[in-house]
């Protein structure tokens, strides 16, 4: 596997009353996109306050960005943008910890440097810590939204603040794979850049009856991942943590299973050949 791109490149960004400009980058940073992503996270709902958010959505081709997003002293919105090789996300996977990693200077202007990621991996999950999510947070709801992840579904939670607890902890407990191909927000004032989990302080329009309520999402039907999860969990069964966690998988199990069928297709037309 390719030694994945190690620079990280970063904007400042505010959204105001006169809309949404950068205000610092690092060299060559791609200044339209990130201004389109904060248009695209929405204008701010009267009345609603956005003190410290998190989200990563795709970047242009290849890339993604780890936004953090805080009110500021002025009134307006400020976006830290990072963005990051595609291939090096998803050696980390969690984009609160990559965000955690570099603290954020609000009051700068013009010129930031690019940054770096140090030449290791983040530290793996340990079964400690996910007992006290589970102990801490709203257990039935932090395991039906994974579970609703896991099969393919979204979850929206309506929020006039700030989640930044619960998604934090649903990343924890998400297989490597999966949450690799996945896109959170704590917090959104829209729809628009179309995470797979978020809280947000007014819910899309559901017309096709997809998405799950609150309460249907703490209800859903309990699967072998969300019961093997919380039995190893509960039990501090590290190991079989491991094995979950790393789990493949649909797409994963499909690109396997297709593999397999060229690789034979081809050693029959090879041994007709040849015999």
Same mark, same amino acid.
């Given at each position: 596997?390719?030694?994945?791109?190690?620079? /990280?490149?970063?904007?400042?960004?505010?959204?105001?009353?006169?809309?949404?400009?950068?205000?610092?980058?690092?060299?060559? !940073?791609?200044?339209?996109?990130?201004?389109?992503?904060?248009?695209? !996270?929405?204008?701010?709902?009267?009345?609603?306050?956005?003190?410290?958010?998190?989200?990563?959505?795709?970047?242009?081709?290849?890339?993604?960005?780890?936004?953090?997003?805080?009110?500021?002293?002025?009134?307006?919105?400020? !976006?830290? /943008?990072? &963005?990051?090789?595609?291939?090096?996300?998803?050696? $980390?996977?969690?984009?609160?910890?990559?965000?955690?990693?570099?603290?954020?200077?609000?009051?700068?202007?013009?010129?930031?440097?690019? +940054?770096?990621?140090?030449?290791?991996? +983040?530290?793996?999950?340990?079964?400690?810590?996910?007992?006290?999510?589970?102990?801490?947070?709203?257990?039935?709801l932090l395991l039906g939204s994974?579970?609703? +992840?896991?099969?393919?579904?979204?979850?929206?939670?309506?929020?006039?603040?700030?989640?930044?607890?619960?998604?934090?902890? $649903?990343?924890?407990?998400?297989?490597?794979?999966?949450?690799?191909? $996945?896109?959170?927000?704590?917090?959104?004032?829209?729809?628009?850049?179309?995470?797979?989990?978020?809280?947000?302080?007014?819910?899309?329009?559901?017309?096709?009856?997809?998405?799950?309520?609150?309460?249907?999402?703490?209800?859903?039907?309990?699967?072998?991942?969300?019961?093997?999860?919380?039995?190893? &969990?509960?039990?501090?069964?590290?190991?079989? +943590?491991?094995?979950?966690?790393?789990?493949?998988?649909?797409?994963?199990?499909?690109?396997?299973? $297709?593999?397999?069928?060229?690789?034979?297709? &081809?050693?029959?037309?090879?041994?007709?050949? &040849?015999?």
């Open positions: 596997m390719p030694r994945p791109n190690l620079h /990280i490149a970063q904007a400042l960004l505010v959204s105001d009353a006169r809309g949404v400009r950068v205000v610092a980058r690092s060299e060559g !940073f791609d200044e339209p996109e990130a201004e389109r992503i904060a248009v695209l !996270f929405g204008s701010r709902p009267p009345g609603v306050a956005c003190p410290l958010a998190h989200f990563a959505c795709p970047f242009a081709r290849r890339r993604v960005a780890v936004a953090t997003v805080a009110d500021q002293p002025d009134g307006s919105l400020g !976006f830290r /943008i990072l &963005v990051l090789d595609r291939h090096l996300y998803e050696h $980390l996977g969690d984009p609160f910890a990559i965000a955690d990693r570099f603290s954020v200077d609000w009051t700068a202007k013009g010129s930031l440097p690019v +940054l770096d990621w140090p030449e290791e991996v +983040l530290p793996p999950r340990r079964v400690e810590q996910l007992q006290e999510i589970l102990k801490t947070g709203d257990t039935s994974t579970q609703v +992840l896991v099969d393919g579904g979204r979850v929206l939670l309506k929020r006039d603040a700030p989640d930044e607890a619960f998604f934090r902890g $649903l990343w924890q407990l998400l297989p490597s794979r999966t949450r690799i191909d $996945l896109w959170p927000a704590s917090f959104a004032f829209s729809d628009e850049l179309g995470f797979h989990a978020a809280a947000m302080p007014a819910l899309p329009t559901d017309p096709n009856r997809v998405r799950h309520s609150e309460d249907n999402l703490r209800d859903y039907p309990q699967s072998r991942y969300e019961l093997h999860l919380q039995i190893a &969990v509960e039990a501090g069964d590290q190991r079989e +943590l491991d094995r979950l966690l790393a789990r493949r998988t649909s797409d994963d199990t499909i690109r396997l299973a $297709l593999t397999i069928i060229g690789l034979a297709l &081809v050693l029959a037309v090879v041994f007709k050949f &040849v015999l």
